[in-house]
């Protein structure tokens, strides 16, 4: 969920220039976990990669996804 959150909140327009490490020492997580991840969201139609660039191809998607996996706080 972190990722899902960090894409969203770095995007511009529907652009997020960061690259796979980027995000992980942003999310605290590898550069691995995070390719994994994002090749999920791919697969799922949600963004599309280029070198150093992401970009969200349905939002409303990753939005809702965040919304039903982020932990809700006691």
Not at 45 to 63: H, L, M, Y
């Amino acid at each position: 969920w972190r990722l899902a959150q960090a894409i969203l909140d770095r995007a511009e327009a529907a652009t997020v220039r960061a690259t796979h490490q980027d995000l992980g020492t942003a999310i605290g997580s590898a550069r691995e976990v995070v390719s994994r991840q994002l090749a999920e969201f791919h697969r799922r139609g949600w963004i599309e990669q280029a070198r150093g660039t992401i970009e969200i191809t349905d939002r409303a998607a990753i939005a809702a996804y965040l919304k039903a996996v982020t932990p809700v706080a006691p």
